[in-house]
């Protein structure tokens, strides 16, 4: 994304400090607090249950129950429609690719390299007529990835990628590098099979007033992030990336920005440097929701899921994925800055709670509310859909070998 396509979508969301989302201070961002609220709105009952393994950062897990019989164990990050081979396949961003080219779902460009390959590496970045993209293959929440890599700058930023890797002790480092696609980035959650909401996950920035320095705008955004329990815990960073970024374009902290000028602080998109998540479901045409389904349809045992999606500007009826997360970090969700606030756990419990009732043959009839049936008909849809994917990817399997 740039500068002038970011303030064009900022205008057209309306995007003001003046209606940004202000949070009590005393609301947790711990999604086990959440789910509760989540349960209670969607009139579930539950229990605390302590765990057996003392060991674990969290106590206890959350029990829900259907007429007073228990039909969940929920634990921060688990989704039970989320199982086995789904996982091994969302978390490996190269099988991901493969089921994804499988059902035919758009994709960027992506190269795989070994620390040892880096020629072959640079060879691939010099032919290509744009910048790209160069991140780990194992690694989430934007670490370790960059943007705007170019034959100039590819060594150094193959250095700092694999002494990242090394940080989080990845055991086989493996780095991607895809052509860069342009546009606004998206995170589509869907949940049990249907699109949920769209956020966009706007880059670190600031606004210039005319008189402010750089310095003074970013600390003056970091107090406004203060508003927002979650994004308050990921200020703008001081840091050489900072100070990279800025030199290249003949800045530095005590440059003043003209009245209404936006300036993209960091290189890369991500929860550690500061990015904005700003809830846009009414901006996105449906076609794009369609895709981020589509794309989860293509994974085996994935039902719930975080879709990263490129599009062109808000007014694309088409894009490219990027990442199909197994663990969409709900926590975004419940803190976005702009927009509407959002519930995904309830929908996620109410859909595994109606789900549930058919297995134990407790349906009725009489019971059936209009939403019931309309989450049966999505349900069943995405479940036809989902092993005629299945079947396919299968089938291609078996000709390439």
Not at 35 to 64: C, D, G, V, W
Not at 200 to 207: E, K
Not at 209 to 230: A, C, P
Request: glycine share 4%; charged share 30%.
């Amino acid at each position: 994304m740039n500068e002038k396509l970011l303030k064009e979508t900022m205008k057209k969301l309306g995007v003001d400090r003046k209606n940004e989302i202000e949070y009590p201070s005393s609301k947790s961002t711990d999604l086990y607090i959440s789910a509760q609220e989540s349960l209670n709105n969607a009139n579930i009952a539950f229990k605390k249950i302590p765990k057996k393994n003392t060991k674990s950062k969290n106590k206890y897990l959350l029990r829900l129950y259907n007429n007073n019989r228990p039909f969940l164990d929920f634990n921060k990050g688990f989704y039970p429609n989320n199982t086995g081979i789904g996982k091994t396949i969302s978390n490996d961003k190269l099988l991901t690719e493969q089921f994804l080219a499988y059902a035919n779902v758009n994709t960027p460009d992506t190269r795989f390299f070994k620390p040892n390959e880096y020629e072959k590496a640079a060879a691939y970045v010099k032919k290509q007529s744009g910048k790209c993209v160069l991140k780990p293959k194992d690694l989430r929440q934007s670490l370790g990835a960059f943007r705007d890599v170019d034959i100039d700058n590819l060594g150094t930023i193959w250095k700092q990628n694999l002494k990242i890797q090394k940080q989080y002790k990845v055991k086989e480092p493996l780095i991607i590098i895809q052509k860069q696609i342009e546009g606004l980035e998206l995170r589509i959650t869907v949940i049990e099979g249907t699109a949920d909401t769209a956020t966009l996950r706007a880059p670190g920035y600031i606004v210039g007033d005319g008189t402010s320095t750089i310095k003074s705008l970013i600390e003056n955004k970091n107090e406004q992030r203060k508003k927002n329990n979650f994004h308050n815990k990921n200020p703008f960073k001081f840091n050489d990336a900072l100070n990279t970024g800025l030199s290249e374009r003949n800045l530095n902290l005590n440059s003043v920005l003209n009245k209404d000028e936006y300036l993209i602080l960091y290189p890369t998109v991500g929860i550690g440097t500061g990015r904005d998540n700003i809830e846009i479901s009414d901006f996105i045409h449906p076609n794009i929701f369609k895709l981020a389904e589509k794309a989860v349809t293509a994974i085996p045992n994935i039902q719930t899921a975080g879709v990263d999606i490129i599009i062109e500007n808000l007014d694309s009826e088409e894009g490219t994925i990027l990442e199909v997360n197994q663990n969409p970090a709900f926590q975004v969700n419940y803190f976005n800055m702009y927009g509407r606030k959002q519930d995904p756990l309830a929908k996620l419990f109410s859909s595994i709670k109606l789900d549930n009732k058919i297995l134990k043959d407790s349906l009725k009839i009489e019971d059936l509310t209009q939403d019931d049936f309309d989450h049966f008909i999505n349900r069943y849809r995405f479940l036809f859909n989902k092993q005629k994917s299945l079947s396919e990817s299968i089938e291609q399997l078996l000709h390439k070998k």
